[in-house]
């Protein structure tokens, strides 16, 4: 099954600006239940700092059930 996010939660913090040059991004699943799902995202400076974290939750609503 595929499955769309409803976001119940998104919280940001922001550590310090981006300026030009280079941004990295990540993403990682912390827990994926049967219908809830938290991901934390960071991105990184050109020198590797972490300029913002954020922390995503949804309910998972399964695309079979979407008339």
């Known amino acids: 099954d595929k499955y769309l996010p409803s ?3 998104i ?3 922001f550590h310090r600006p981006l300026l030009l040059g280079k ?3 990540t993403a990682k ?3 994926l239940g049967k219908q ?3 991901v ?3 991105l ?3 020198s590797g700092k972490v ?3 954020g922390l995503h939750t949804a309910v998972l609503t399964s695309t079979t059930n979407i008339n």
Do not use: L, M, R
């Open 29 to 31: 699943i912390i827990k």
């Open 11 to 13: 919280h940001i913090t």
């Open 51 to 53: 300029a913002a974290s």
């Open 7 to 9: 976001s119940t939660d």
């Open 40 to 42: 934390e995202g960071k």
């Open 23 to 25: 941004v990295t991004g």
């Open 36 to 38: 809830i799902v938290s």
């Open 44 to 46: 990184f400076t050109s």
